[in-house]
């Protein structure tokens, strides 16, 4: 029994073709590109994702900083109502007034502690993206556009408007 095995040599060469450096050198250039393609791909991908990464943080921080907002806001008559008050006590000493004075102050200062800030704009210049005028009156004492009086305080939290001022503002 005699068996017919091929060389090693003869096999090898019948299993690869024959390729001329052209040829590799080709496919090696399409390689490159594709490797860059590759690259250039995934550096845009991971800047997307440090990108939306940066966008949610930045939300999360202005939901964090607003999270409080209606709350603040449905406290703003009452505030409202405590100055009523001490304005209607006028200037007599007295238990009541030093009641209605220090609960104003404690929530002036809750709200103060939460971002809110109070406007009260009286003798500065009228703002119309913080003060809403109501009226106008002539006045020789102050310059055109000046707030001659404030009806009712404004509001901001975290230099978001919450609420204008009402204002009288000097024409002119």
Do not use: C
Not at 95 to 120: C, I
């Amino acid at each position: 029994m005699h068996s017919e095995n091929p060389t090693p040599d003869a096999s090898a060469s019948a299993d690869v073709p024959d390729l001329d450096t052209d040829d590799l050198a080709n496919e090696l250039e399409q390689l490159r590109a594709a490797l860059a393609g590759v690259r250039e791909e995934a550096l845009r991908e991971r800047a997307d994702l440090d990108n939306q990464r940066k966008r949610l943080a930045r939300d999360l921080e202005q939901a964090r900083r607003f999270a409080n907002e209606k709350l603040l806001s449905q406290l703003l008559p009452v505030l409202d109502s405590l100055e009523a008050g001490l304005k209607a006590a006028g200037d007599s000493a007295g238990p009541l007034r030093d009641g209605l004075e220090l609960t104003l102050r404690q929530l002036l200062k809750v709200g103060e502690d939460n971002g809110l800030a109070q406007l009260d704009p009286e003798g500065q210049a009228f703002d119309p993206e913080w003060h809403q005028a109501i009226s106008q009156l002539e006045s020789p004492d102050a310059s055109p556009g000046t707030v001659l009086q404030v009806f009712q305080k404004g509001y901001a939290l975290h230099d978001r408007l919450l609420r204008p001022a009402l204002v009288v503002v000097a024409a002119g």
